[in-house]
Nanobody, 125 residues
Framework: QVQLVESGGGLVQGGGSLRLSCAVS????????MGWFRQAPGQEREFVAS????????RYEDSVKGRFTISRDNAKNTVNLQMTSLKPEDKAVYYC??????????????????WGQGTQVTVSS
């Protein structure tokens, strides 16, 4: 059984920064592709970033490139999302997700089997 718990969300002014963390339980975490997704009210779930099991490959949604950085620490079973230069349009519930098969790098949410409960990010203008 894999469980994911996000933390680090909150309210920040536009241009500010937040760091989201996801703690993962499960013996095979280090072999999973990990991703971050977000969902704003009334909108579909959106891919934000993904990272391969080794941490070598990373992929970002275009609107966050250069502003967000995904990282992982396999020794600590954590994956992080450093968000800078935040904009009001980044406001959403952010979800951490785990893909055990390795096909999730492209950002298709259906490839991810395990999800956290989400953490709210609010950016004021």
């Amino acid at each position: 059984q894999v469980q994911l718990v996000e933390s680090g969300g909150g309210l920040v002014q536009g241009g500010g920064s937040l760091r989201l963390s996801c703690a993962v339980s499960g013996r095979t975490y280090s072999s999973y592709t990990m991703g971050w997704f977000r969902q704003a009210p009334g909108q579909e779930r959106e891919f934000v970033a993904s990272i391969s099991w080794s941490g070598i490959r990373r992929r970002y949604e275009d609107s966050v490139k250069g502003r967000f950085t995904i990282s992982r620490d396999n020794a600590k079973n954590t994956v992080n999302l450093q968000m800078t230069s935040l904009k009001p349009e980044d406001k959403a519930v952010y979800y951490c997700a785990a893909d055990p098969r390795g096909f999730g790098m492209i950002g298709e949410w259906t490839e991810y089997d395990y999800w956290g409960q989400g953490t709210q990010v609010t950016v004021s203008s």
